[in-house]
């Protein structure tokens, strides 16, 4: 299975379109047809692999048989994983290894068709305005829509001292992991002198 046919995507607006619709393939498979995609997976099969393509559509099956494949492989086995913890953390377990999948993928067609720096960071910022598919699984999105347009109310009053206060949360950690380093020498020391003292 080479999880996309044929079809090579070569501009920036290309790969996001592929990105797109092998993502809508995939939440469809975890949330819609989740009763279908749960039948598909049992662990009495070899190892699985959920696969999305450009045409929105998903499919379950064993992983391409040519070494080095195609393009980068989805995880495999998640039929293994299914039965032996509830059903919402299985697939949200599948879901965070789609999202991996997902940018592999497009980061791929990227290197292979010699996008630069600045399409790199095109690709990536038009991939980042959509929910990963572990946000939509997990129904974080909408948590995280209601936190920003609650934030977004009070914050514009705030980021001026929020600024400074996140320079001086910064200068409080580097401070608090540097006494812990130091602590941490000191116990490594006291352990030296007990060890040597047991071993005179």
Known sequence: MDGGGGYNPRTVEEVFGDFKGRRAGMIKALTTEVEEFYHQCDPEKENLCLYGFPSEQWEVNLPAEEVPPELPEPALGINFARDGMQEKDWLSLV??????????????????????????????????????????????TKKQAKEKSSVSNHSSSKSKSNSKRGSETQAKFSKAVQSKDEEDEGLEEEDEEEHGETLR
Request: aromatic share 18%; net charge neutral.
């Open 95 to 140: 879901a965070v290894h789609s999202d991996a999948w997902l940018l592999s993928v497009a980061f791929y067609f990227g290197a292979r068709f010699g996008f630069d720096k600045s399409d790199r960071k095109r690709l990536f910022n038009m991939i980042n305005e959509l929910p990963t598919i572990f946000e939509v699984v997990t129904g974080t």
